[in-house]
């Protein structure tokens, strides 16, 4: 009883230590961003690729709470209306792990491409971590119909908080496909823990720097 009590105990301290780091870093990353944000504002209100800065997506989050993650746009305007209507792409999409190879997929920008690659796309998630929607350190988000691909798992995969970065980006990202994607995903929920969620951290910065598994 009182083993489980003291792992329940640090268990809270664990989530609400994370919460407050996640507030500290999202704030400072914001606002040292800030100049990159005014950047892309400017990029994307010219030529071709003129639109809005952030791509929106409706992702499921903790206990199966609907949220919209942020992205900088590397997607035509329309993308996922130009998706759903060619049934062949989206065929393919869902046969792919819901991804599309970047050399096959006719909604990237050429900018959008570098986006993609230098993982650049992904920073406007900190708006994501600090209204508390994600965290740093998670399993990633993923769209209702991926729900599917967890089976039985569902309820335990969203018992945590999604995040920016996780187990199975660190572990090859994009390389990494249903169903072998949702073992990393699971395996972090009942592993998370301080010292994991840091292996997780540097795993995933030297993937960055390396392009592994992004597109």
Request: proline share 4%; charged share 25%.
């Amino acid at each position: 009883m009182a083993h489980e009590a003291n792992k329940l105990g640090g268990k809270s301290v664990y989530l609400f230590s994370k919460r407050v780091l996640d507030i500290i870093i999202s704030s400072l990353a914001l606002l040292l961003m800030l100049p990159l944000f005014i950047v892309m504002l400017i990029v994307y209100r010219f030529g071709k690729n003129k639109g809005p800065l952030f791509y929106k997506q409706e992702r499921v989050g903790k206990n199966g709470k609907k949220f919209y993650i942020y992205k900088f746009r590397s997607m035509i305007v329309g993308a996922d209306e130009k998706l759903k209507c060619d049934k062949q792409l989206y065929k393919l999409y869902v046969e792919n792990s819901y991804k599309l190879p970047a050399e096959m997929d006719p909604r990237i920008t050429r900018l959008g491409r570098l986006l993609r690659k230098s993982s650049i796309d992904e920073l406007p998630q900190f708006i994501n971590i600090f209204k508390g929607e994600m965290t740093l350190i998670g399993p990633r988000p993923i769209i209702t119909e991926e729900l599917k691909e967890y089976g039985d798992q569902v309820k335990k995969f969203l018992s945590v908080t999604p995040g920016a970065m996780g187990y199975w980006q660190a572990s090859g990202r994009s390389n990494i496909e249903y169903p072998e994607r949702c073992k990393y995903e699971l395996y972090y929920v009942d592993h998370a823990s301080f010292l994991f969620d840091i292996k997780i951290l540097f795993k995933n910065i030297v993937a960055i720097f390396k392009g592994d598994g992004a597109y």
